[in-house]
């Protein structure tokens, strides 16, 4: 089985505090993608990375970085944290190099992030 | 731009109902199409996927999805529904090719005993 885990369930954190959500998957997967859920809006994705060192923009990235030093591990990384980004993260991974498209996305548990 | 579109936001049914979800995408390439599910408390994950060939795609838990190219369509169906289906559906559309998902807005589903 695919697993996808990512660090915390549930965090608060202060406005301006600088926040890390890690993940980690354990199936040699190429591609790895952040998103946030919020109700009525689906899901958005906010950076994937399709190798290690390398990443690309999704729909929101502004306010957010993303790191990619290992292949297993995906940290979403919050530089100044704001009320407004306030949200569900979700970790998701998928296997297919060149090949991703096709490919199902695996996810983690999600991290209910909440800025005060 | 491109975009895709679940037609309710919430669905209430009793037990052994029929259920059909619906799901509508704007883009007009090769696509790829997805449904996933979202059980209380649990992660997201795939309940069926169509890439190509029979339009008709099963997935699991007795859930089936009928792709119509003409209407843009990816109408996720069910016979007859059981308390334990109670979940947030979604629907993806990748163009085939790109590797981004793009996703509804879900479909909160609850299911009367």
């Known amino acids: 089985d695919v697993k996808v885990t990512q660090s915390s369930r549930y965090l608060v954190k202060r406005t301006g505090e600088k926040v890390f959500l890690e993940c980690v998957q354990d199936?040699?997967?190429?591609?790895m993608f952040w998103y946030r859920q919020d109700p009525g809006l689906g899901l958005r994705l906010i950076y994937f990375?399709?190798?290690?060192?390398?990443?690309e923009k999704g729909d929101i990235p502004e306010g957010y970085s993303v790191s990619r030093e290992k292949k297993e591990r995906f940290s979403l990384i919050l530089e100044s944290a704001s009320t407004n980004q306030t949200s569900m993260y979700l970790c998701?991974?998928?296997?297919?190099?060149?090949?991703?498209?096709?490919?199902?996305?695996?996810f983690g548990p999600g991290t209910r992030l909440t800025v005060l | 731009a491109q975009s895709v579109s679940q037609h309710n936001h919430h669905v209430i049914l009793s037990e052994a109902a029929s259920l059909e979800l619906g799901c509508n995408y704007s883009y007009g390439g090769t696509v790829n199409l997805f449904w996933y599910v979202q059980y209380p408390g649990q992660h997201l994950q795939l309940l069926l996927k169509y890439f190509s060939g029979d339009p008709l795609v099963k997935g699991i838990k007795g859930f089936e999805a009928e792709f119509i190219k003409s209407k843009f369509s990816f109408n996720l169906r069910k016979p007859s529904v059981q308390w334990s289906d109670t979940a947030e559906y979604f629907c993806a559309v990748n163009l085939r090719g790109n590797y981004q998902l793009i996703w509804g807005a879900g479909t909160k589903l609850i299911i009367k005993p």
């Open positions: 990375s399709y190798d290690v060192k390398m990443k």
């Open positions: 998701a991974s998928s296997g297919g190099q060149g090949t991703f498209s096709y490919n199902e996305q695996f």
């Open positions: 199936m040699d997967h190429e591609n």
